[in-house]
Nanobody, 121 residues
Framework: VQLQASGGGLAQAGGSLRLSCAAEGIIFNIRRMGWYRQAPGKERELVAIVLSGGGGSTNYADSVKDRFTISRDYAQNTVYLQMDSLKPEDTAVYYC??????????????WGQGTQVTVSS
């Protein structure tokens, strides 16, 4: 399984960007999928995730609530992160993550290659 992330780039404060991430390979069930980020000198932190159960319930970091929206296309095994009202503190490398069950009952964590998001003031 590979996670192919795209999007990101440079935006001004108050602007918007959209990230996407597609899971490719042998997939039985994506249990959860989402985004983490890591700013220079800081630890990687959760940004937003969407779960398979519970009607696709979502979870957001407090710092991005009401600004970022995560969504998922189940047919395409793709997750999107719409980032609005961007702030300079959102500047980080964003990593896609997925927890996936294969057809043999095995569950693994996968990470995308990371995409840079830079927000200028």
């Amino acid at each position: 399984v590979q996670l192919q992330a795209s999007g990101g780039g440079l935006a001004q404060a108050g602007g918007s960007l959209r990230l996407s991430c597609a899971a490719e390979g042998i997939i039985f069930n994506i249990r959860r999928m989402g985004w983490y980020r890591q700013a220079p000198g800081k630890e990687r932190e959760l940004v937003a995730i969407v779960l398979s159960g519970g009607g696709g319930s979502t979870n957001y970091a407090d710092s991005v609530k009401d600004r970022f929206t995560i969504s998922r296309d189940y047919a395409q095994n793709t997750v999107y992160l719409q980032m609005d009202s961007l702030k300079p503190e959102d500047t980080a490398v964003y990593y896609c993550h997925a927890n996936i069950e294969n057809g043999w009952g095995q569950i693994y964590d996968y990470w995308g290659q990371g995409t840079q998001v830079t927000v200028s003031s």
